[in-house]
Every structure is written in structure tokens, then in C-alpha cells.
């Protein structure tokens, strides 16, 4: 059975850099990798809402924190039956972003902590209800708010992308950080590895770390 792998940030933290790195480096060591990210737009009913919604096409939408956490997580429950098939071909599945980004995102947006109600019914939602698989490790790739927000501006430049409602609100980004933090911290659900995003991060030490069989 291969391992669940999350990789966790603020928008523009380099998750999928990182994952690209990773990816390869996981070739180099012999092992077998498949990717995906959340949310699937383009692909799941409920991530395209999710977009719509972020943009303001759906109204009044986003003004409830619970009804924005149902579509993300309704979005991972009809890939649940994809990952259990590629834990069991592949030996990682490396996820940019999964059940705590939609933990994180919520308590900061209800100004919670970690302990304050919305996470607990998050995971009661989500791994629960849902059975989603919990992963079997997340990395934290930690930046300062002022970094991620300017390289999110350079990449939607790039891709003539508009930013949505979460990604231009610089201080739900700096709680949202704080929460992730807390996160890590805690090991929420399994274990976690915080990552030092501002520097060049070494993949192949990673590897060994935290993959080698």
C-alpha cells in the first residue's frame, strides 16, 4: 500500500513547484508517484462551484463558511474512490492541498483556533461521513504571508488569472497561516513536516527522510 502525501500552504507558498521536484526526485529513488491537487476544477461539479462562488457568480455563496467547506469536501469524497486506487498502485500519491486546507481556511475565516469548534466538525465531516483516507503524512511549505501573496500576484499575472475572494484578502492569508501552524503543530490527523518555503529546499534529503523504503 503506498503512502497518502499532502503537501499544505498559503496560496503562492510553491506547492506545485514542490510537487514537481518531489515527483522527479521520487523517480530518481525508484519509486512510483501519481499527483493530483484540490480543488479539481474542471473536473468535479462541486470544485467548479467552489470557483463560481470564489468569483462572486454565485451570489451571496461564500458568506458561509460551512457551506463553502461542504462543496470542497463533497469534491474530495468523489475522488476518494480514485486515491484508494492509486494508494494501491502507486507508493506515494502526492496531493497538492487536502482535508486541512479546508480546515485551515474555515477556522481562519471564523477567527478560530484550532480548538474552536469548526476543525472538529471539519474532520467529523470529512474523514467520518465521508471516509475519506487520512493521509499518511503532511508538509507543511511555511512562507511569510508577504511572500506567498507576492508570488501568487507574479503567477496570476503570468497566467492572466483574476484572483478570487480568499486569495486578495491579505489577512485571512496571515490567519489562515497561524491555523496552519497550529495544525502542524498538533499533527492533525497524522504527521506532519514543516517545510521552509523562502529557501531552496533539498528533495533528494527529503526523499530519504521521510520515503525511502
Given at each position: 500500500?503506498?503512502?497518502?502525501v499532502v503537501i499544505e500552504g498559503l496560496d503562492g507558498a510553491g506547492k506545485r513547484t514542490l510537487t514537481g521536484k518531489l515527483t522527479a526526485a521520487l523517480a530518481e529513488a525508484g519509486l512510483?508517484?501519481?499527483?493530483?491537487a484540490f480543488?479539481?476544477?474542471?473536473?468535479?461539479?462541486?470544485?467548479e462551484l467552489v470557483r463560481d462562488a470564489l468569483?462572486?457568480?454565485?451570489?451571496?455563496?461564500?458568506?458561509?463558511v460551512y457551506g463553502m467547506a461542504v462543496l470542497y469536501a463533497l469534491d474530495r469524497r468523489a475522488a476518494a474512490p480514485d486515491l484508494r486506487a492509486w494508494t494501491a498502485e502507486y507508493d506515494v500519491v502526492l496531493l497538492d492541498r487536502y482535508l486541512a486546507s479546508n480546515a485551515a481556511y474555515g477556522a481562519a475565516r471564523l477567527r478560530q483556533d484550532v480548538d474552536g469548534g469548526f476543525v472538529e466538525w471539519l474532520r467529523a465531516l470529512e474523514v467520518d461521513r465521508f471516509d475519506l483516507p487520512v493521509p499518511d503524512l503532511q508538509l507543511l511549505l511555511r512562507v511569510p504571508t508577504e511572500v506567498a501573496g507576492d508570488r501568487a500576484a507574479r503567477r496570476e499575472a503570468q497566467?492572466?488569472?483574476?484572483?478570487?475572494?480568499?486569495?486578495s484578502?491579505?489577512?485571512?492569508?496571515?490567519?489562515?497561516?497561524?491555523?496552519?501552524?497550529?495544525l502542524a503543530q498538533?499533527?492533525?490527523l497524522s504527521p506532519w513536516a514543516v517545510l521552509d518555503g523562502t529557501e531552496a529546499l533539498q528533495v533528494d534529503d527529503l526523499v530519504q527522510e521521510h520515503f525511502a523504503v
Open positions: 500500500m503506498g503512502k497518502l512510483t508517484a501519481v499527483t493530483g480543488p479539481r476544477y474542471d473536473q468535479d461539479i462541486h470544485a468569483h462572486g457568480r454565485l451570489g451571496d455563496l461564500t458568506d458561509s497566467d492572466a488569472r483574476e484572483r478570487d475572494v480568499y486569495e484578502d491579505a489577512d485571512l492569508q496571515t490567519r489562515c497561516s497561524i491555523v496552519y501552524d497550529r498538533t499533527h492533525w
